[in-house]
């Protein structure tokens, strides 16, 4: 059986892309930079901000920029622009859960980035029985070592889990620690093509067909 479906956040369980790009290109006004281009935030998506915006932004002052970004962010949260979740996904998430499953959520997220959504009256709080984020692990996908830790902390054996992402890192990290994996592309980001050579047991175009997605690899072919 299947016990436990891990889900992703940015781009898997909220759409987030495009509004971290205008989230980020706003701090960077702020601290007097000029504005990425949406193609250089496409190429560098997935990796963890503070590393990937010195590519974005070449020569920025990271410590500006993660000062600024703070209530920046804070304002996008307060006035639901950024980690909306979709009721259709709370559905599926409370289906998982009548099914018997266990529902994580496993991101390359720094604590305070997930804050709001750790909050314990936030929608997720009565769905999600445990988060893992960069400031509760040692390890950051695409390092499968990341799923060893949770895998440890829960007792867990691999093929008793699976990942829901939607990149090619989250397909190699899943894949490479045993994981089933289940790619999202709802966020239109990424392509069946790109997953080539990876590691996906199933291809979701939205959310919510994770639930048959999961029956289906539990009954096999």
Not at 1 to 20: G, H, N, P
Not at 89 to 95: C, G, K, S, T, Y
Not at 118 to 140: I, K, M
Request: proline letters at 7%.
């Amino acid at each position: 059986m299947i016990r436990a479906v891990v889900v992703d956040v940015d781009d898997t369980l909220c759409l987030t892309e495009s509004v971290c790009f205008e989230l980020e290109n706003e701090v960077l006004r702020r601290i007097g930079r000029p504005p990425m281009p949406r193609a250089v935030h496409l190429a560098t998506w997935g990796q963890p901000l503070l590393g990937a915006m010195p590519h974005r932004s070449p020569g920025v002052d990271l410590a500006r920029f993660e000062a600024a970004y703070r209530g920046v962010l804070d304002r996008y949260v307060t006035d639901g622009r950024l980690d909306v979740i979709p009721p259709e996904n709370l559905h599926a998430m409370d289906r998982l859960v009548a099914a018997g499953r266990t529902v994580m959520l496993l991101t390359s997220r720094t604590e305070s980035e997930m804050a709001h959504l750790l909050a314990p009256d936030h929608v997720l709080a009565e769905r999600v029985s445990a988060v893992f984020h960069a400031g509760n692990t040692r390890y950051r996908k695409p390092d499968p070592r990341v799923f060893d830790e949770l895998l440890a902390a829960t007792g867990l054996a691999p093929g008793q889990c699976v990942y829901v992402g939607d990149s090619p890192g989250d397909a190699v990290a899943a894949g490479t620690a045993g994981l089933h994996f289940v790619a999202c592309l709802q966020s239109g980001v990424r392509r069946r093509e790109d997953f080539e050579q990876r590691h996906v047991d199933l291809f979701i175009d939205a959310f919510p067909e994770v639930v048959d997605a999961v029956t289906r690899l539990e009954n096999g072919p």
